[in-house]
């Protein structure tokens, strides 16, 4: 082999090994759960379901979503980014997930859900994996820069994880809000005609003891969207985590 051949090998070789990285991998697959929810908030949102198997591509989605208004103009901003991140690592070479490439996307979350997000410790989980492959390569034991990477490593992870946990969430609380005004919706506005015409009937009861006595089910927790994709487990996690109920 000469040496253009072994340079052009060792070229493929070293793009290979780059694009076959932890957190690529882990992007790719969590951009397949977000256009799951994706799907799943067009199907509750659209009144012919059907019509969301025909859209095509996850962009052409995501368009019917802004242009529904399902979601705020920062969440599909965000998600449009995940969407760029996830066509880059699946069709250039040199395309990588980094620590600020994350930040970005994850700062434009509204705070009330990158707070649910960030109640929860992944630090325990880090920890935990540490020291089981320590345990199971006891010859690393001593590798203070192996620590180091594989600290960052694992904490990068935990942040592309809570980057698609919070839009997850924030979809899954939009599919569970239409699904309760759907459910409740002529309930809530009698609530709201009783509660105006009170004064003029005298009726000294308070909002809250006129919503009690119409019994309406108070409206989905943002906390629990994640059961609106994924079933009741997700959700349970999260409302179970010891530092989420502080």
Known sequence: ????????LEFVNERIVRRSGVHET???THHLLLEQAINK???EA????????????????????????????????????????????????????????????YSRIPEDFRSII??????????ARMAR?????????DSEAFKVGYR???????????LFLSILIIIGHKIHMIEYENKYDRLIFSYHLIVGMRDMKEDHRTPEEIWDYMDIPAPPHPRDGMSAIFGGSASNELSESPKSSQ
């Open 26 to 28: 882990f992007w790719l």
């Open 152 to 162: 960052h490593g694992s904490t990068l992870t935990e942040r592309i994880k809570r």
């Open 46 to 105: 659209l009144e012919k379901p059907q019509v969301v198997h025909t859209l095509g591509q996850f962009s052409v989605k995501l368009k019917v979503v802004e242009g529904l208004g399902l979601l705020d103009s920062s969440v599909v901003a965000a998600i449009r980014s995940i969407n760029k991140g996830r066509n880059d690592i699946a069709h250039k070479l040199d395309a990588s997930v980094g620590d600020e490439f994350v930040d970005r996307i």
């Open 133 to 141: 492959h320590f345990e199971e390569n006891p010859e690393n034991i």
């Open 1 to 8: 082999m000469d040496d253009e051949a072994k340079r052009a």
């Open 41 to 43: 908030l067009l199907e």
């Open 118 to 127: 960030e109640s929860l410790d992944f630090s325990s989980s880090i920890d």
